[in-house]
């Protein structure tokens, strides 16, 4: 169906690469990040393609944004969270009525720190885990 899916919030979006990817499908985007330099390359992207007034991004928190979404999406930013029990129940508590939450994200397993580089990562400083484990 060519009906858009409602309003949407993209936790960690960075450049906007998935928000954008998805806008032609929702009625409004959010891109959440705390990047500077990452939220104004979106921000830049935004005005290049004359989305204002479907599409922002900020680096406040989404305590200070508030709102409840239809869909709230993730990628590849959940382990960079120390608390991600905590960060999953802020972001489902800012779901509408029946809205969804996906989180696409790394698996803990032997070869998770394989996906970060070995000289200039490591945990605690770019990253805080190897992802989620497969109860979670």
Do not use: W
Request: proline share 1%; glycine share 8%.
């Amino acid at each position: 169906t060519d009906e858009a899916m409602g309003n949407a919030l993209e936790f960690g979006c960075g450049t906007g690469l998935l928000s954008f990817e998805l806008e032609p499908h929702l009625q409004s985007v959010v891109g959440l990040d705390s990047s500077d330099g990452m939220v104004s390359v979106m921000r830049e992207k935004i005005e290049a393609a004359c989305l204002q007034q479907k599409m922002r991004a900020s680096t406040k928190s989404l305590a200070e944004i508030g709102g409840f979404y239809d869909l709230i999406f993730s990628m590849l930013c959940i382990h960079h969270i120390r608390d991600c029990e905590a960060k999953l129940k802020e972001l489902a508590d800012h779901l509408e009525h029946g809205g969804r939450l996906l989180i696409v994200d790394l698996e803990a397993t032997p070869n998770a720190r394989l996906f970060h580089k070995k000289t200039a990562d490591s945990i605690g400083v770019t990253y805080e885990h190897d992802g989620l484990s497969a109860a979670n």
